[in-house]
């Protein structure tokens, strides 16, 4: 199993900034693809962003285009999530998330139950 620990949630204006991080630890990560998923109360998990920890490949939600940059800091190990132009519905609960393999886009294709690792979320409130 991978740990992760995601922070930098918060309140933000529309059109704000935010960064997430999520602190990796565990297993060897070299081997692992790393991302993110949101949630809305009520509302089914998204998938948001993927990177390949060892490669750098990345992977996005179509919905998310090019407003979102995902990046690792190997020596730190911690995960990323920059978000530029926020709107109101982008409010949700950001999860960090972790799976075995080299191409990121596993990530949105394995079921939650299958992850390796969830962390417990980090909540981003975008008022308008």
């Known amino acids: 199993q991978v740990q992760l620990v995601e922070s930098g949630g918060g309140l933000v204006q529309a059109g704000g900034s935010l960064r997430l991080s999520c602190a990796v630890s565990?297993?060897?990560?070299?081997?692992?693809?790393v991302g993110w998923f949101r949630q809305v109360p009520g509302k089914s998990t998204e998938f948001v962003a993927a990177?390949?920890?060892?490669?750098?490949?990345?992977y996005f939600a179509d919905s998310i285009s090019d407003r979102f940059t995902i990046s690792r800091d190997i020596a730190n190990t911690t995960l990323h999530l920059q978000m530029f132009s926020l709107k109101p519905e982008d409010t949700a609960v950001y999860y960090c998330?972790?799976?075995?393999?080299?191409?990121?886009?596993?990530?949105?294709?394995?079921?939650?139950?299958?992850?390796?690792?969830w962390g417990k979320g980090t909540l981003v409130t975008v008022s308008s």
């Open positions: 998330a972790a799976k075995k393999g080299a191409d990121p886009a596993i990530l949105p294709a394995t079921p939650r139950g299958a992850m390796d690792g």
């Open positions: 565990g297993r060897t990560l070299s081997t692992y693809v």
């Open positions: 990177v390949s920890y060892f490669g750098g490949r990345t």
